[in-house]
């Protein structure tokens, strides 16, 4: 499975936008990222997913670059409900289910 | 309201005696998977299930047991549970197409101890 690496802990404040890094620089063609959150005392859920064009839902904004190599997971204005681990995860292909393959993630902190 | 359940939520128990946690999803979801969360390593998987009677190893399947005779659940086995099973274990589930095939639902966590 390619690999992606994500800084260990993050910082903000509340009602400030926050940036929050991915890098996969062995990213296939086949490769979608998506992002996943995990709530403290709670299981992951989904955040957002791309192939090659920036997305927006919701929850949040994913820009991706343009050689694919990097991502960066956009949320427009923390809450201190947005404190979490996020984890960036590469999954193979579109059409058919496949395992979620979590890395350590990143430890947003949001503070007043 | 959508979601994957999972029994128990904790559960403290003794090397050797089997045990079953149980795990269903209400949105008919043919994808079935069950996850274990260890500090340090993240979330693995143990087990998934494509659909009813289809089930295949993850990366971490030594030790547990699946059956998957209904769609809606999906139990998980320790016939003879060690300490080195002791861990937060996660159910999740997806459909295999339509428009969230993506989004993986995942359950709230049973959280193992073995003495």
């Known amino acids: 499975d390619a690999k992606t690496t994500q800084p260990n802990s993050m910082e903000s404040n509340e009602e400030e936008p926050v940036h929050l890094p991915c890098n996969h620089s062995?990213?296939?063609?086949?490769?979608?990222i998506h992002w996943y959150r995990q709530l403290p005392s709670q299981g992951p859920e989904y955040v957002i997913h791309?192939?090659?064009s920036n997305v927006n839902n919701r929850m949040a904004s994913l820009a991706i670059a343009e050689d694919r190599k990097s991502s960066t997971l956009i949320l427009h204005r923390a809450t201190l409900r947005d404190a979490a681990v996020y984890y960036c995860?590469?999954?193979?292909?579109?059409?058919?289910?496949?395992?979620?393959?979590f890395g350590t993630g990143t430890r947003l902190q949001v503070t007043l | 309201e959508a979601q994957v359940t999972q029994n128990p939520r904790y559960l403290i128990t003794v090397t050797g005696k089997k045990l079953t946690v149980t795990c269903s999803q209400n949105?008919?979801?043919?994808?079935m998977s069950w996850y274990r969360q260890d500090p340090g390593l993240g979330l693995r998987q143990i087990y998934y299930?494509?659909?009813?009677?289809?089930?295949d190893k993850g990366d971490v399947p030594e030790g547990y047991k699946v059956s998957r005779k209904e769609k809606r659940n999906f139990p998980l086995i320790l016939e003879s549970p060690s300490p080195n099973q002791t861990s937060l274990y996660f159910c999740?589930?997806?459909?295999?197409?339509?428009?969230?095939?993506?989004?993986?639902?995942f359950g709230p966590g049973t959280r193992l101890t073995v003495l």
């Open positions: 299930s494509m659909n009813v009677e289809v089930t």
């Open positions: 062995t990213i296939s063609g086949t490769d979608y």
């Open positions: 995860i590469l999954r193979l292909g579109a059409g058919t289910a496949s395992k979620l393959t």
């Open positions: 999740a589930s997806s459909p295999l197409q339509g428009s969230s095939y993506n989004e993986q639902f």
């Open positions: 791309g192939l090659t």
């Open positions: 949105m008919n979801h043919e994808y």
